[in-house]
T-cell receptor, first 112, second 111 residues
Framework: KAGVTQTPRYLIKTRGQQVTLSCSPI?????VSWYQQTPGQGLQFLFE???????NKGNFPGRFSGRQFSNSRSEMNVSTLELGDSALYLC???????????FGQGTRLTVV | GEDVEQSLFLSVREGDSSVINCTYT??????LYWYKQEPGAGLQLLTY?????DMKQDQRLTVLLNKKDKHLSLRIADTQTGDSAIYFC???????????FGAGTILRVKS
């Protein structure tokens, strides 16, 4: 069974631009969650999508948004990038009724 | 809100046991996890325990849960140099799949 796939792996953007990251969950998993990892703040929850609906949201500004498609693939978008958005963005997928959450390799975003 | 705390650093000799500790505040946590992260990589799920269990053993890994004290530990037997990494404790609440993570414990294994 293929794992969680995140694309791209690395991204360099300029302040003020926007970026879209993609996550393909494990086949059969309908829940996708996104996290931001930085040296200063650690791992912070961004949002969770389940069956195309946002089910939970963390404390991030509205510049951070996401969506989920009918095939459970998810995208997150960050608009008007700031230097502080530089981070490793991780996506996790979970199967219905199971407690396990599996993570992808992450997308390393650098904002210059 | 929820809070998860871990000690930041642990150094052990190869072949010894390692014990990484974690405390959490959310008494409604349903699942508790240990993840491993190596440099430049994502998070690898090592093991997890359901909140109604006290202990879970999986090969070299033993997880102990003390619900009364809200304390979780991970014991790695016969620690190897390949176990050097950052270990994260995480807890899941009753609703949805949101995980709250600790800051991570850096495990260094000396040969």
């Amino acid at each position: 069974k293929a794992g969680v796939t995140q694309t791209p792996r690395y991204l360099i953007k300029t302040r003020g631009q926007q970026v879209t990251l993609s996550c393909s969950p494990i086949s059969g998993h309908r829940s996708v969650s996104w996290y931001q990892q930085t040296p200063g703040q650690g791992l912070q929850f961004l949002f969770e999508y389940f069956s195309e609906t946002q089910r939970n949201k963390g404390n991030f500004p509205g510049r951070f948004s996401g969506r989920q498609f009918s095939n459970s693939r998810s995208e997150m978008n960050v608009s008007t990038l700031e230097l502080g958005d530089s981070a490793l963005y991780l996506c996790a997928s979970s199967a219905p009724g199971e407690g396990k959450a599996f993570f992808g390799q992450g997308t390393r975003l650098t904002v210059v | 809100g929820e809070d998860v705390e871990q000690s930041l650093f642990l150094s052990v000799r190869e072949g010894d046991s390692s014990v990484i500790n974690c405390t959490y505040t959310d008494s409604s946590s349903t699942y508790l996890y240990w993840y491993k992260q190596e440099p430049g990589a994502g998070l690898q799920l090592l093991t997890y325990i359901f909140s109604n269990m006290d202990m879970k053993q999986d090969q070299r890994l033993t997880v102990l849960l003390n619900k009364k004290d809200k304390h979780l530990s991970l014991r790695i037997a016969d620690t190897q140099t390949g176990d050097s990494a950052i270990y994260f404790c995480a807890v899941k609440g009753e609703y949805g799949n949101k995980l709250v993570f600790g800051a991570g414990t850096i495990l260094r294994v000396k040969s």
